[in-house]
């Protein structure tokens, strides 16, 4: 018995010393923190506001220490649901929070949110297991069903759970499992643990994801059959075929990237034989067809719809998507060396911060399936929308490139349920509904999922020609172009889409190419206006974020003026 005591005094004594090393850690971190966030995120943080920086830390650290003490006491026994409602969308969130380190990390977290606040102090990982586990058979998606994306939020959220819990090997995950191994009632403990999780993975997959038979037997299956690749997947067909060629050539003699690249297109309609010969020709070139890749859904696709399905179908590991009609400033390859890129494992761009009547519904729609928004999430000036403005932005993300890295749970399934959202039931009566095309899907995934995602902070911008007469008259920034800018993290230049250098992309063979001498980069969002003057938007901002084209950028617009005679209008594509 004295022995007992003193290990418990040890205990809490040791407790007590992490604590106030951890409170000493939060104290002399607190203040960076607040100003990392508030540089990384100025943009969108300025139009929400950062109130959760100013929680309670020794509040929170004590919660934390519970929490940790709760997961490694294996001889601790389950408490009883915390939920007389059983919200199981608030159970799921606060454990994949849970998941993701929360419990351990003395700073807030800013993907999660869930478990800083004291009232949710009593967190135990158990009890939200068992109650995950308890709710999961109830969670079926009928036909009727699929399109309540409050219910396929819940079973999304329980594979991600079961799919973590059962493949991913850290520490935390396998003590976790250890500790419900050995609270659970059935008689064969892990080995029946890790049967109960297999079958949910195979019910929720079968329910969410039917379409992924015969090419993959099974998400895991998916998962393990990449390699380490990196490459280039671009979708297109015959009205891009000149787009594609150009950007795929410019890749390799400007930035000498020689990443392979796979095109996918949709059937011989899609892609005729002589583009497929041309294309074939290119060195490092694979063209796919995707009514071949996953064929109950692809077959019904239909335009943006088929950027996920082909990112998923890829063979790389590490794919770099790119849309038909994007061409680079810099090296596409340098996202991979990106802070964020490096630790998320995927990276997203923001759309122009543009003020439209069209979709606004979408923002009151996604707060409504998805009510547990995380901290960063909160912050996207996306989900600040009222219905008492007249003109709120209404795009968030710009999905003519993203990089991500599919070897990730977070990322694979989050790419899945993005994939689902364009498939063609769910994109024609909900997605394409209440907002533009395929783009918000993917962070749509990753935040109800609860996947860490990171926005590029500068706004979409745009690189055209100055209006110099409005300019003058109105003492603002105005630049007039078809093209969508975007800035990497340091504000400088990065890639665009919208037609590449060419003044009509519907007209390939006419050899007229747009004199760019302006870009407008775009840091905040508000105090910007887009207006059309058809067919080009005009930029109206600060004349502070509108730049001459620098002599540089208009070198390299000569190459690529030369690459495109070169190649495409006499024919000498290899």
Known sequence: MGNSKQAQIFVNALSIAAGLILVGTWLWLDAPLKSRLGASHQSDSSIAGADFLHESAIARLENQLQNARALFDLNATSTPSLFDTHDIDLVQIQFLDFLNGEFLDARPSLFGGSLSNS????????????????DAPSQTLSSNSTMNYVQVGRVARTLIIAHRILYDTSDTLQKL?????TKSNNSDAKVDMKQSLTRIIDTATDALFPWIPPTFTSIRSMQTSLDDSVGIVITGGNHHAHLMMHLISTLREEFNCTLPVELFYAGPDDLNAAHLKQFNQMTNVTT???????PQETKRWQKFSAKPFAILASSFRTVLFMDADVLFFRDPREILENDVFRRNGLYYFKDRYYHDSAFQEGSFWFREINPYMSRYGRTLSYMHLRRTDAHGTVHQMDSGFIPLDKSRTGVLLSLLLACKMNSADERDEVLYKKSYGDKEAFWFSSEILRVPYEFNPYFGGTLGRKDRVQSFFSWRGIVCSSTLLQANEKGEPFWWNGGGILVDRFKPYDGEFVDFDAVGIDPVGQGTWWVWRHPM??????WMNVRWLSRRHKQMLRRFEGIYRRKILAGNIE
């Open 119 to 134: 009232s949710e102090s009593n967190f135990n990982a158990l009890s939200h297991w068992n109650a995950i586990i308890s």
């Open 177 to 181: 499992l250890s500790n419900v191994s």
């Open 288 to 294: 796919k067809d995707l009514h071949q890749y996953f």
């Open 537 to 542: 938007i005009c930029m109206n901002t600060s």
